[in-house]
């Protein structure tokens, strides 16, 4: 009974303890415990004034009364009624001696004083006549510039291009591409096509250091004559025109071209609306014939310099699951302003042993590697002149499946080639203007 009596009173006299030091105790106001951030409320401020160009209007045209009011009361509007402001405008001259000089040019205020508490943000805003630009660099600009070739034939057809046209596919590469070449010709027939394979230019271009880039799919065109004739294109033998896929090889490899499959299993039919009027793919498509995997065996044995062998083995695969953008892809996605699915499926990868076989090097991923295959690269071919490695002829290879994105090949080449862009800045004097909000609290803290 008496430990009882004990604990209770050890409880009321640590009860009484509590009770008279939280009578006594001087708790801090709202405003230090959760204290009002006025840098970022500043910012934010003035990025809501010049949502509609509002701040900028009337950082260029100091003289405006109309203006100044308006932007007074939306400063008043917009602010808590306890928090005090100071906007202030500044001229951003030249520099001189490596140092920025700001002039200040006009001040509106709510209060001779900020307080004690007090915190600023600057937002820079440009004059309305300047405009802000991106200019490309041309692709080997400094050796005279690169062709860019694009496949337009109106004389061969498609396939494995579902949705889309060659003439939509050609148009909408020619927007993303032509910035970056110094000259962009569409190929618009499979005679253009024969000419440019015979070395001669469509438009005073430079043949040489090309890329070529076929819209066609999983089709190729073939020109008519010279190029579908028996021991150029057509391979008796064979009944094939592995021959010709054999004979673009080397002239890839002749005129160290760039060529450009877009989608699918690369030169898998041959085209031409003339040439097989009563021909199809097997699929019911007509002007086409199928090649089949000799196509693309007979174009890598020519850019390696080969002798021609009709080989039918088919060496694409389809790696499990989805295929990612290697981090190069992903990074000049940003750089470039281009934005296809980072994840695709691709069921035309290639094996990585054709690296070996072709005598070729990968210079740029556009997919990482899965399993030994690579759902899409840069291969160049490498070839040695006077005892050193070079490049000569190289291709980009899309595996992905059935339906193209375009996107995918303007940055697989893009990253292969690294134009850089250059930037408009705002240099000349009297185009930037600062502007500094300073915010205060009524009474300090």
């Given amino acids: 009974m008496m430990r009882t009596i004990e604990v209770l009173?050890?409880?009321?006299?640590?009860?009484?303890?509590?009770?008279?030091?939280?009578?006594?105790?001087?708790?801090?106001?709202?405003?230090?415990?959760?204290?009002?951030?006025?840098r970022r409320l500043s910012l934010t401020t003035m990025q809501t004034l010049d949502s509609n160009y509002d701040l900028s209007r009337a950082a260029f045209d100091e003289g405006n009364a109309t203006l100044w009011n308006g932007l007074h009361v939306a400063?008043?509007?917009?602010?808590?009624?306890?928090?005090?402001?100071?906007?202030?405008?500044?001229?951003?001259?030249?520099?001189?001696?490596?140092?920025?000089?700001?002039?200040?040019?006009?001040?509106?205020?709510?209060?001779?004083s900020l307080g004690v508490t007090s915190d600023a943000s600057s937002y820079l805003v440009a004059s309305?006549?300047?405009?802000?630009?991106?200019?490309?660099?041309?692709?080997?600009?400094?050796?005279?510039?690169?062709?860019?070739?694009?496949?337009?034939?109106?004389?061969?057809?498609?396939?494995?291009?579902?949705?889309?046209?060659?003439?939509?596919?050609?148009?909408?590469?020619?927007?993303?591409?032509?910035?970056?070449?110094?000259?962009t010709v569409m190929v618009q027939s499979t005679t253009q096509l024969g000419q440019i394979l015979n070395g001669t230019a469509l438009a005073g271009e430079t043949l040489?250091?090309?890329?070529?880039?076929?819209?066609?799919?999983?089709?190729?065109?073939?020109?008519?004559?010279?190029?579908?004739?028996?021991?150029?294109?057509?391979?008796?033998?064979?009944?094939?025109?592995?021959?010709?896929?054999?004979?673009?090889?080397?002239?890839?490899?002749?005129?160290?071209?760039?060529?450009?499959?877009?989608?699918?299993?690369?030169?898998?039919y041959v085209g031409n609306t003339g040439q097989f009027p009563s021909d199809q793919n097997g699929w019911g498509i007509y002007g086409m014939m199928q090649v089949g995997p000799a196509g693309l065996n007979a174009f890598l044995q020519g850019l390696d310099n080969q002798t021609y062998t009709y080989d039918s083995t088919s060496i694409t695969g389809s790696p499990a699951g989805v295929m990612y953008l290697s981090s190069q892809a992903v990074d000049n996605c940003n750089y470039y302003g281009i934005y296809p699915s980072p994840y695709q499926t691709a069921t035309r990868a290639l094996p990585t042993s054709i690296i070996t076989a072709y005598h070729?090097?990968?210079?740029?991923?556009?997919?990482?590697?899965?399993?030994?295959?690579?759902?899409?690269?840069?291969?160049?071919?490498?070839?040695?002149?006077?005892?050193?490695?070079?490049?000569?002829?190289?291709?980009?290879?899309?595996?992905?499946?059935?339906?193209?994105?375009?996107?995918?090949?303007?940055?697989?080449?893009?990253?292969?080639?690294?134009?850089?862009?250059?930037?408009?800045?705002?240099?000349?004097?009297?185009?930037s203007r600062l502007v500094v909000l300073q915010l205060g609290l009524v009474g300090g803290v």
């Fill in 128 to 183: 309305a006549n300047v405009t802000f630009d991106v200019r490309p660099e041309k692709i080997g600009e400094r050796s005279g510039g690169v062709t860019l070739y694009i496949l337009n034939c109106s004389d061969a057809n498609s396939w494995w291009t579902v949705g889309y046209t060659t003439s939509s596919l050609a148009s909408d590469l020619y927007r993303l591409l032509s910035p970056f070449f110094s000259r």
């Fill in 9 to 38: 009173i050890v409880i009321i006299i640590i009860a009484g303890a509590f009770m008279a030091s939280s009578y006594f105790a001087v708790l801090p106001w709202p405003r230090q415990v959760s204290p009002i951030n006025l």
């Fill in 208 to 268: 040489q250091n090309a890329v070529v880039i076929n819209t066609c799919g999983e089709a190729v065109p073939i020109p008519a004559g010279y190029y579908s004739t028996s021991g150029v294109g057509y391979d008796s033998s064979h009944s094939s025109y592995a021959l010709y896929c054999y004979t673009l090889g080397q002239r890839v490899l002749q005129y160290n071209w760039t060529w450009a499959s877009i989608v699918g299993y690369p030169l898998y």
């Fill in 360 to 431: 070729l090097n990968v210079t740029t991923y556009v997919f990482d590697t899965v399993s030994g295959w690579n759902p899409g690269a840069v291969y160049r071919h490498s070839v040695m002149e006077n005892g050193v490695s070079v490049f000569k002829g190289g291709f980009l290879a899309l595996g992905v499946t059935r339906t193209p994105d375009i996107r995918l090949t303007a940055l697989g080449l893009l990253s292969d080639y690294k134009p850089r862009l250059y930037a408009s800045d705002y240099s000349a004097q009297g185009t």
């Fill in 75 to 112: 400063l008043s509007a917009s602010l808590p009624p306890n928090v005090l402001y100071n906007m202030t405008v500044y001229e951003v001259n030249s520099a001189q001696n490596g140092v920025t000089l700001y002039n200040d040019l006009k001040s509106v205020s709510n209060a001779e």
